[in-house]
């Protein structure tokens, strides 16, 4: 009954999380930013006859491998939202890895579409683990990519599987969530992984007692983890095109400027001290 309640309540969150989708780029593969010295390539590999084809950036100029950090994506799959969060992660000197979930790096057109694909990892959370360690398997043979020293960041969707990766791998430094589900169907286990939870003081989308179970679940695993609300951000309040994609689907979402900026900010410095 609890997990037919869960399955029932996360459907209902899906019909209105995250936010719209930006136009997927062009391939990359192979390709060069002279200015700012950041390569981009697709990562392809097979699954179950299908494609996946996750985008990897960082600079060609630092020495030795560097420290990994997964990207995954909102709901909307592999958009130039999530390839831009992750080629500024590689200007802070990072291997960022923008995980594709759908296969053929695919990007959804409407709520429907996004809701049928995302809710499959939700109800089959080995599904997602399968769809997550195929690119952790290519970024580990990555001659840039140091996998010894990874984290996971994740945005709506990507947020709640973030926390569910932590909560399944033993190997990661950090997890960071960005206006992501809290209630994830994986249960809290103390693995040393350290958390910081980004959320949105005003988001309607993740209730007040979500925030409170979450942290009791945390506490009570004596986990490491920090959680910081933002005053009066809604969902995907990171998301420039957020105000636009609640206005046209009518859905409690809009894009917050100073929360963007902050959150951004602490995840810097949580990443730097994680992946030191």
Known sequence: MKLALYS???LAFLNFSCTDKSTLEKSTTELTDKKSMIK???LSYGINGVTHR???????????PLPVVFVLPEWWGLNDYVKNRAKQLAELGYYAVAVDYYGDGK???????????SSHFYKIP???RRMFDAAKNKVIIAENADHT???IVGYCFGGAQALNMGRTYND???VVSFH???TTGIRAKNNKVKYLVLNGAADTLVPQEEIANYKKEMDSAKIDYKFVNYPDALHAFTNPEATATGKKFNIPVAYNKAADEKSWNEMKAFLAGVLK
């Open 107 to 117: 990007v959804v057109e409407t709520p429907e579409e996004a809701q049928k694909l």
């Open 149 to 151: 020293r990874m984290a």
């Open 54 to 64: 996750s985008f990897a950036a960082y600079k060609t100029d630092s020495e030795g």
């Open 126 to 128: 080995i599904d997602a």
């Open 8 to 10: 029932v309540a996360m």
């Open 172 to 174: 990661f430094k950090g």
């Open 180 to 182: 992501g589900n809290l």
């Open 40 to 42: 981009t390539e697709d």
